[in-house]
């Protein structure tokens, strides 16, 4: 049974701090894995998409892996700003239109 | 990627009333899911929205207290029968297209709150 982690829980950075959100999980056999963004009580915004066959996929100052032999995704967040606090959401697809999702690590970017 | 808008976005709720979700699409698509997410929690699957056929429901969820429907590619509605405070959720509708990149698109969510 698949099974997504995402550490830390929790994180509060300084503005303009790089960051890296840790996302693993156990059953290497994925089609995709998927990073989101959320806003308390909202719903879920995608950010980046990675195929199992891909190792990386960039969209401005987000960046995000993908090793699937190790089970591991992580999401680069360059130059954090106030306005990225959200909790994320790493969520992978393993076929039969099942999708496990971890978590989340709430954020807090400090002006 | 598609649109997809939520009624009501929120809603205080009596407990034992019933309240019906919609999610409505701006493109046609294959697949239309709901989750749940309770208060801290992260995302479960409730069950997938078949167009014109009875969902499909995940385990410890049933369709008396989660009636869905479907009519068309575009729409679908979610009933959350006689509430109790522990079905205080938010409830989103997602979708992905068959043979698409697999990406899932989710709705602003529907945040109730069960008296």
């Known amino acids: 049974k698949q099974e997504v982690t995402q550490i830390p829980a929790a994180l509060s950075v300084p503005e303009g701090e790089n960051l890296v959100l840790n996302c693993s999980f156990t059953?290497?056999?994925?089609?995709?894995l998927q990073w989101f963004r959320q806003d308390p009580g909202k719903g879920l915004t995608s950010l980046l998409l990675i195929q199992s066959s891909q190792r990386e996929q960039t969209s401005g100052r987000l960046n995000a892996s993908l090793d699937k032999s190790s089970g591991r995704s992580t999401l680069y967040i360059a130059a954090s700003q106030p306005g990225d606090s959200a909790t994320y959401l790493c969520?992978?697809?393993?076929?039969?239109?099942?999708?496990?999702f971890g978590a989340g690590t709430r954020l807090f970017v400090k002006a | 990627s598609a649109v997809i808008s939520q009624k009501p976005s929120r809603d205080i709720c009596q407990r034992g009333t019933s309240l019906t979700i919609q999610c409505q699409v701006d493109?046609?698509?294959?697949?239309m899911f709901w989750y749940r997410q309770q208060p801290g929690q992260s995302l479960t699957l409730i069950a997938t929205a078949n167009q014109g056929s009875e969902a499909t429901y995940e385990s410890g969820f049933v369709i008396d207290k989660f009636p869905i429907s479907r009519p068309n590619l575009t729409f679908s509605t979610l009933t959350v029968s006689n509430m109790s405070p522990e079905d205080s959720s938010i409830y989103l509708c997602?979708?992905?297209?068959?043979?698409?990149?697999?990406?899932?698109?989710f709705g602003e969510g529907s945040r109730l709150t069960v008296l």
């Open positions: 969520a992978a697809y393993t076929g039969g239109f099942k999708t496990i």
């Open positions: 059953d290497s056999a994925i089609y995709n």
């Open positions: 997602s979708v992905a297209q068959v043979g698409g990149s697999g990406e899932l698109f």
């Open positions: 493109s046609q698509v294959t697949m």
